[in-house]
């Protein structure tokens, strides 16, 4: 992997002296972005084949930075989901506990010996990479992971099903902890870098839609709300991919009603999709509904206040 890089240094160099610094922070949040939304465990050519779509079809298609109607993070994430399914939705792996955690260690996989309470379980490491996420284990398995533990992130024990000893494991890199996630989003919030009206409404959305759905509705496949909100993709998704401005409406109205309708999404595709977890697929067709809202919602906009002005024009006889 670091031979790789270090091969890319050169060429981002020189992209950087044909295009200028921009270049460098284009690289920097898409690669950032889409990286932490994979599994630890993707191999290293499915990563660059996510990127070479995210970029040629995410945005150089429609014109290049600015002009993109998708964004090109989630492009790439959900061509790799949808092409590797295997590899991207069923090698996850518990995370690290204690000090110095994975800062002492290259990956789970790569371990000689498993964890304790992997060993003590009579398990081996072959059986942590195949581990099932809290959101799959929920819907397939009916086990419910400890909300504090999603909450900070420490994900990773044995449950048993049908007399089976089963190991829970994290989702993809960046969506872990829902507490670090929130401190990076007070922090955007703060500098006035990520719009609040699209994350909040995200949040929203979801949680809104899980009270009803299972409340209301009585649909049971759909998880309880707080387990809606600090598992899987969600928190991750409405606080760095949602909040992409160039994809998002530009409309005040707009921007709550896109919110509100990946959040929405996000929960159906949790309880019917195929795959456990729908952020990616949510937030593309929330891409696809952004133009039509921004020029829907003007027009009606633009209709009233005309409206308005002439009948304030007219004088009666």
Known sequence: MLRVLYSLVPVAITAVYFFGWCVMSIIVVSAGIYALSLPPTTPLWMVAVG??????????????FGKNVFNPAIVGR??????????????????FTGFPGGFSHWSMAGLEQPPQFIAEAGLKIIDAVTSATPMWAQR??????????LFIGNIGTIFQYEGQKMILGAGSMGEVSALVIMCSCAYLLWTKTANWRLTVST?????????????????KTVPAPLFTMFSGALFYAAVFMVTDPISAPKVTLSQWIYGFFIGTMIVVFRCKGIFSGGAAFSILLGNILAPSLDLWITRVTSSKKETASNSKGVVSP
């Open 203 to 219: 949040l929203l959305g979801a949680l809104i839609s899980s009270i009803v759905f299972r409340y209301v509705f009585g649909i």
């Open 51 to 64: 990127v070479i779509i995210a970029v040629l079809f995410g945005k150089e298609m429609f014109g290049g």
């Open 140 to 149: 397939n398995y009916g086990y419910d992971s400890s909300i504090f533990s």
């Open 78 to 95: 959900a061509f790799v989901f949808v092409c590797f399914p295997i590899e991207l939705t069923g090698k996850f792996i518990p995370v």
